[in-house]
């Protein structure tokens, strides 16, 4: 391995593990306070809307053909509306969000399980039928269980994101650092 490259390897793998290491620390904090991350994904996902919105009313105009302009505005002024709605009413939010969640996890397992029908003579195959149930379940729980699931539901998923992304990024850290030494 050339000395550049080698260097380079050396910097970017120690800043991906500190990043995988953050990750991990903050993602344990959002299991810890479900509901504060809860609240904070929607804020995070409202100001996301309320920009989109902006970006999308302005494509509209570079558009050709007033169907596709108005489209590309209604769409636009629908996410200026629910990225308003959910910063000012965050605890709706999350419970709006939650209820998309769990609509998002019963279409997913649905989909996940017939999959796994289709395709179920390929090798490991199973795996897809264990994902489409387990993400089926948690559908069915957020559902059965909404509005109360809106406590913890989005900050504990999104704290398990965060932890799962941040190992896998502390384990590829060290796999390159073992390369590269």
């Known amino acids: 391995m050339s000395t550049a490259v080698a260097a380079v390897t050396s910097r970017t793998h120690g800043w991906s593990a500190v990043w995988g290491v953050l990750l991990i620390l903050f993602g344990l904090l959002a299991v810890a306070l479900p509901l504060a991350s809860s609240f904070g994904v929607v804020l995070v996902v409202g100001w996301m809307l309320v920009f989109s919105s902006a970006a999308q009313i302005l494509h509209a105009f570079q558009s050709k053909g007033v169907g596709h302009i108005a489209w590309k ?19 709706l939010g999350v419970a709006a969000l939650t209820l998309a969640v769990g609509f998002f996890f019963l279409t997913e397992g649905v ?29 069915l729980m ?40």
């Open 73 to 91: 505005v209604l769409v636009g002024v629908l996410y200026l509306g629910v990225g308003i709605y959910f910063l000012n009413n965050p605890m």
């Open 111 to 139: 989909m996940d399980i017939a999959a796994y029908f289709k395709e179920r003579k390929v090798s490991g195959s199973g795996w897809i039928l264990l994902d489409g149930m387990v993400t089926l379940i948690l559908g």
């Open 142 to 181: 957020l559902w059965q269980h909404w509005p109360a699931s809106s406590i913890w539901a989005i900050g504990t998923l999104v704290g398990i994101s965060m932890v799962m992304t941040g190992v896998t990024r502390l384990m590829i850290s060290v796999a390159v650092r073992r390369l590269a030494g």
